[in-house]
């Protein structure tokens, strides 16, 4: 790996921001295009309309009366009239950079330079030490790589440690562990490296790609709608009803070459499979596809073959961008994009359905930033990214701090916010809408809630039902919120299945006791001016105390023996495992899988499948706070 000392400084990206909402000016003349007063004060002309249109009238900055501009320019009435576009000076950070002293310019470059300096002369430290371990190595095993020469700082590949419980509890197949390799071989991609074949995607190496973005979302977007293979978005949010807040976001592209992934230590296994049954002899075949080992885990998720992860890097590779996401593709490609110095809350992920080797990937933070990414399943590469920060407009300097995410439909997906804003945003985009409203007169039924937005979980493509204010609440995009129902404040999980229509809620009623609740999701809808929902309760049930410490757990819909059978993920605490249950139906307990409770996040189904049956199978991530494991669920009907 040869690291070369970078001549070519690039100017700092320096940006004039609008003074009433502090972000920075949409180009090409959009809804935020750079505008002034006669007074010669610069604004985003949609916040300056906003400030007109509320009877101010006086400049926001120099507080000169509309009257006296009016006076010497124009007798017109029209505040547009009053508002000079200067969507043309697209480049601000020229108008910004014109305004500062040269020696302030000349300080900025400086502690630029001495920074790139001192991160290039740690870098090579780090490769001499390194080279001379292995030089050691070497030198002592002749033909043998020696694993334990390597830093913490590079990824290991171990044949995993198994759990002596799991291997009392666990039937292996024939085919699995004995053909288990005792080593595995890697490598580490250099910057500039890029597979040329589908022969490398089959290799036994693990190839760690640092990304270097070079686009921006809404540029990689036009890109794409201007390739005669790719259909135009079918929706934005300019055709939807009127925005209730407009929050104007922060684009920017991020730059940052990554010079080392986050990876400690990943652990891949062959197929061990068990077959579990009990006095129903309903059987299942649960096969272990994938063990990985990080650091930190917050969240994570599984889509066709792909797993995207929010985890933590060591901070002596990444001083100021400690946190990020993680991609691989469950075998030997894994790829790492520092994101945040704070923790990442929730990552989520669609497919592009005009083009399928696209993913948009949508990660949110814990310091009220939120980052949207472009991937190629094909390349194994990040296409596009874009940082922005979710701010709030009232006095331009606090934050919104993100809880939950969800994607809508493929262009389209809600933020949910500590303060209990639900805000709609369309990929790409820079507008924001602020669903948590509600139409109609004034009552207790149409009260706004300001508790944090939990559990969002998508019903169809214009509603959401969420956890929030102590109570189950569904939003559609069209028209705020539209059905809430109280369920108490200890509710620790809630997972709707998109094909049973039913809401699995585990609310813990005490300290001793949690109750499994199933909520029919009644859709009564009839028109676009008539949008209805209501909730139903169809069963509810008194769980044992050991089944205490729950999670978020989902519910599959399975086809067994020409019924249909809803089925539920659940904890046990005296022993540390989980377990699948059936709802509303006889005892139908699947064996226990070994976890460890206390580091457990989350247990999540394969994004967009909720259902199977003897011909289709499912997939579950279990995401603990060091490790995923991802399972597969094979129901046998004979």
Request: hydrophobic share 35%; charged share 20%.
């Amino acid at each position: 790996m040869n690291l070369q000392h970078n001549t070519n400084i690039q100017p700092l990206n320096v940006s004039l921001n609008c003074p009433i909402c502090l972000q920075s000016f949409s180009l090409n003349g959009g809804l935020h295009s750079t505008s002034a007063l006669p007074c010669g004060h610069i604004f985003g002309k949609s916040c300056i309309l906003e400030w007109l249109n509320r009877n101010n009238t006086i400049c926001p900055v120099c507080r000169t009366s509309l009257s006296d501009m009016r006076k010497k320019i124009s007798r017109s009435e029209s505040y547009n009239n009053l508002i000079i576009d200067l969507h043309g000076c697209a480049d601000n950070g020229l108008i910004e950079a014109s305004l500062q002293s040269k020696e302030e310019v000349i300080k900025e470059y400086q502690e630029e330079l001495k920074s790139s300096n001192d991160e290039i002369k740690r870098l090579k430290d780090l490769l001499e030490n390194e080279q001379k371990r292995r030089r050691q190595s070497f030198s002592s095993r002749s033909n043998a790589f020696d694993y334990g020469s390597l830093t913490d700082n590079i990824p290991r590949i171990e044949t995993p440690s198994t759990d002596n419980r799991a291997q009392n509890n666990m039937e292996v197949s024939n085919s699995s562990s004995n053909n288990l390799p005792r080593h595995t071989s890697f490598r580490v991609r250099e910057f500039s490296e890029r597979p040329t074949n589908g022969a490398e995607a089959e290799s036994s190496f693990v190839s760690i790609d640092h990304i270097d973005s070079h686009r921006s979302i809404p540029s990689y977007l036009a890109y794409l709608q201007s390739r005669s293979d790719y259909g135009p978005p079918s929706n934005n949010l300019s055709e939807n009803r009127v925005a209730n807040r407009v929050t104007n976001s922060s684009q920017g592209n991020n730059s940052t070459v990554n010079h080392s992934p986050p990876i400690r230590q990943v652990n891949q296994t062959s197929s061990a499979t068990r077959i579990f049954s009990n006095p129903n002899e309903i059987k299942f075949v649960l096969t272990q596809r994938y063990h990985g080992s990080f650091q930190d885990i917050t969240d994570a998720l599984y889509m066709d073959g792909i797993i995207i992860i929010g985890a933590k890097n060591d901070p002596g590779l990444y001083i100021n961008k400690v946190h990020g996401i993680i991609i691989t593709d469950c075998r030997n490609l894994i790829v790492f994009k520092a994101l945040s110095k704070k923790k990442i809350i929730s990552v989520k992920a669609v497919i592009d359905p005009l083009m399928n080797n696209l993913y948009k990937i949508i990660a949110i933070c814990d310091e009220g930033k939120f980052y949207e990414m472009v991937f190629n399943k094909t390349t194994f590469e990040l296409e596009a990214f874009s940082e922005s920060l979710l701010s709030n407009p009232s006095n331009g300097v606090s934050f919104y701090k993100p809880s939950s995410l969800i994607w809508l439909s493929y262009y389209k997906y809600i933020i949910g916010t500590e303060s209990g804003e639900l805000f709609l945003k369309c990929f790409g985009g820079n507008e924001f809408k602020n669903i948590n409203y509600v139409e109609g007169t004034s009552n207790d039924n149409n009260t706004l809630f300001n508790g944090p937005v939990k559990m969002l979980n998508k019903i169809n493509e214009h509603a959401v039902v969420c956890y929030q204010s102590k109570r189950l609440c569904i939003y559609d995009d069209r028209c705020g919120r539209v059905a809430f129902k109280g369920v108490g404040d200890k509710v620790a999980s809630i997972h709707f299945n998109r094909h049973s229509k039913n809401l699995s809620v585990l609310n813990e009623v005490s300290d001793n006791a949690t109750a499994l609740e199933v909520w029919q999701i009644l859709d009564n809808c009839t028109s676009e001016d008539n949008i209805n929902y209501s909730f139903k309760c169809v069963h509810r049930e008194i769980l044992n105390s050991f089944r205490r410490r729950s999670v978020e757990l989902p519910s599959i819909a399975a086809h067994y023996r020409g019924r249909e059978v809803n089925l539920i993920f659940c904890t046990t605490q005296y022993d540390d495992t989980l377990i699948l249950e059936s709802i509303m139906s006889l005892d139908c307990r699947m064996d226990d899988i070994p976890i460890c409770l206390r580091l457990l996040n989350k247990v999540c189904l394969e994004e967009g499948k909720f259902y199977m049956n003897s011909m289709e199978n499912i997939h579950f991530l279990v995401v603990q706070k060091n490790m995923v494991k991802l399972f597969e669920l094979k129901l046998i009907e004979n």
